[in-house]
């Protein structure tokens, strides 16, 4: 797989107009090469590729990334460093993730690169990203397994929830839950949102307790190797919900199948975004959505592409992203919807498969 990975950036050197190049981004440097490792970066040319780690590491980025030859690095004298790392390549124009690296590395790389007249550092401003947009079928099984547990966890609300039981209990079931069903970890903290917390688009499950009447917001996702899914439900806890849980709750879903019974790959992130858009600002809830229609999920949580009103380019097949209105209003709390799509050229097809059943009965 790293082989493939390796053609695919070397390929896309000339547009990038560079000789050779330096990835310092761990999750990049994870995709392009296999290695899981806290610590290393990867320098590639045409005709060579290394992987820097150190001690630490030596024996994992071996039998993880066999493609790459190993370089011992480390903070003595005895190692290479990453200057040494980028003169190896011996190419004149080396690339580096300019949204990577900080200030203060760069100043210190390009100092001890001083020596080498021949050698220019050029920055490239995430190159690597897209790339990783469209999913293999060994990276949408990961996500779709991790998808699976979630889902799971999710389906338990409705048995979990109780009047009286804190957002941070809730929480803390739900994480039990998905780590039992054989999650690595979370893909992110849980969010729990009672009532007006539910206003808060990113609430971090308190002490609040739940009680009837209240709309609450439960948005996780399941770890898998790596790999990341996203999921967020609203219930209404109470055997007859309220006006403004049933008009506000029909509004999102009614903006989500918009999103979902129209998209397709090659469509632009912000056409997608606008079929859930329209429909909630149509009804007078524009400025209540704050957030974009969904992002792209795979090694890391919130990853390119984008369904956002910004963004003008299009969403290949084969991306995976949350599709996710979401509207909020303040003192009383807030509705979203969200599930996990890969975006093919007939439609979403779908990786989430909760049901929605928003109604808790006490
Ligand atoms: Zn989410
Ligand atoms: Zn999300």
Known sequence: MSKERLEKIRSNFESWKVDGIL??????????????????MLAITA????????????????????????????????FVHIDGLVKMLGVGRVGFEASDMTVAAFGDLRKKCKDDESLTLFPLNSRIEPLRHTKTESELEMIRKAAVITDAAMA??????????????LA????????????????FDIIVA????????????????????????????????????????????GNTP?????????????????????MKAGMKG???????????????????????????????????PSLSSIYDQDIPSGSVVSVEPGVYLPGWGGVRIEDLVVVTPNGPEFLSNCPKTPIIPV
Not at 272 to 296: C, M, N, Q, T, Y
Request: glycine share 12%; net charge negative.
């Open 194 to 237: 009672a009532g007006p917390n539910g206003a808060m688009a990113h609430h971090h499950p308190s002490d609040t307790q739940l009680k009837e009447g209240d709309t609450i917001i439960v948005d996780m996702g399941a770890m898998l190797d790596g790999y990341h899914s996203d999921l967020t439900r609203t219930f209404f806890l």
């Open 270 to 304: 912000q056409e997608i975004d606008a079929f859930a858009r329209e429909v909630i600002a149509d009804a007078g809830h524009g400025d209540k959505f704050g957030h974009s229609l969904g992002h792209g999920v795979g090694l890391n949580i919130h990853e390119g």
């Open 47 to 78: 005709d060579n590729a290394y992987l820097g780690t150190d001690f630490r590491y030596w024996e994992q980025a071996a039998s993880q990334a066999p493609d790459y030859e190993l370089v011992k690095m480390g903070r003595t004298a005895e």
């Open 242 to 262: 309220d006006e403004t849980f049933k008009i506000v709750y029909d509004l999102v879903h009614t903006a989500q199948k918009n999103a979902l019974n129209n």
């Open 23 to 40: 990835i310092t981004n761990l999750t990049n440097v994870r995709w392009a090469s296999g290695f899981t490792g806290s610590s290393g």
């Open 172 to 187: 803390w079931e739900l994480e039990k839950h998905m780590r039992e069903n054989g999650a690595d970890g979370l893909a």
């Open 156 to 169: 338990a609300v409705n048995n979990l929830a109780k009047p009286g039981m804190t957002e941070r209990a």
